[in-house]
């Protein structure tokens, strides 16, 4: 059965800098988005991806973030220049684009631990 | 405001013994999902409830949505201490404005089936 992959499953990184999480979504599907959990905390939304642009995205998706489709296959999630508080699980899922029968399917997830 | 909220947060149980887990949220929604979470792990699809849908079945899996309470439950049935875990409700917001939408958690319910 296809499913989201997520690269590394635990990135250890220094505050400041740059981290680039990696996706591949499954493969017909058509809409794409990240979210994140802090440790014990609820799930939030970040950013959803259409068309290659962005259709929406929350508050915490600052300019210290950015998303790419570089390819057909891939699409990653940078953090610029990472804080302390960006410490989390981040989540890639992805919905197949058909109105009101499907769901988003979720990778496994990265822990990104910012020291 | 929060959408999505489960209750109760924490639920100890008895292998062989149902579990009921509470879903409440604010907004309309085209659709509720419920998705399951191993400890420290990737969020797992159970299932989805539309918003014109009453009750559905998937397994030992009964969900139950009232929209006129905004309100939905989920049932595991003959619980194994596999079923240990945390489970989420995730509503979609209801509106599409240009494609699909974020999903919005609550904080989830952490279960504990003892053998």
């Known amino acids: 059965e296809p499913e989201v992959t997520q690269t590394p499953s635990h990135q250890v990184t220094q505050m400041g800098q740059e981290v680039i999480l990696r996706c591949v979504p499954i493969?017909?599907?058509?809409?794409f988005y990240w979210y994140r959990q802090i440790l014990g905390q609820k799930v939030e939304f970040l950013v959803s991806?259409?068309?290659?642009?962005?259709?929406?995205k929350s508050e915490i998706f600052d300019d210290q973030f950015s998303v790419e489709r570089p390819d057909g296959s891939n699409f990653t999630l940078k953090i610029r220049s990472t804080k302390l508080e960006d410490s989390a699980m981040y989540f890639c899922?992805?919905?197949?684009?058909?109105?009101?029968?499907?769901?988003?399917?979720f990778g496994p997830g990265t822990r990104l631990t910012v020291l | 405001s929060q959408q999505g909220e489960e209750d109760p947060q924490a639920l100890s149980i008895q292998e062989g013994e149902n579990a009921t887990m509470n879903c409440s949220y604010k907004t309309s929604i085209n659709n509720l999902q419920w998705y399951r979470q191993n400890s420290g792990r990737g969020l797992v699809h159970l299932i989805l409830i539309r918003s014109n849908e009453r009750e559905k079945h998937s397994g030992r899996l009964r969900v139950t949505l009232d929209t006129s309470k905004k309100s939905s439950s989920l049932l595991i049935t003959a619980s194994r201490a596999a079923d240990t875990a945390s489970y989420f409700c995730a509503t979609d917001g209801g509106s599409f404005s240009g494609g699909y939408n974020k999903l919005i958690f609550g904080a989830g319910t952490r279960l504990a089936v003892h053998p």
């Open positions: 899922a992805s919905h197949r684009g058909v109105q009101g029968t499907d769901t988003q399917y």
């Open positions: 493969s017909n599907h058509l809409y």
């Open positions: 991806f259409y068309n290659n642009e962005i259709s929406e």
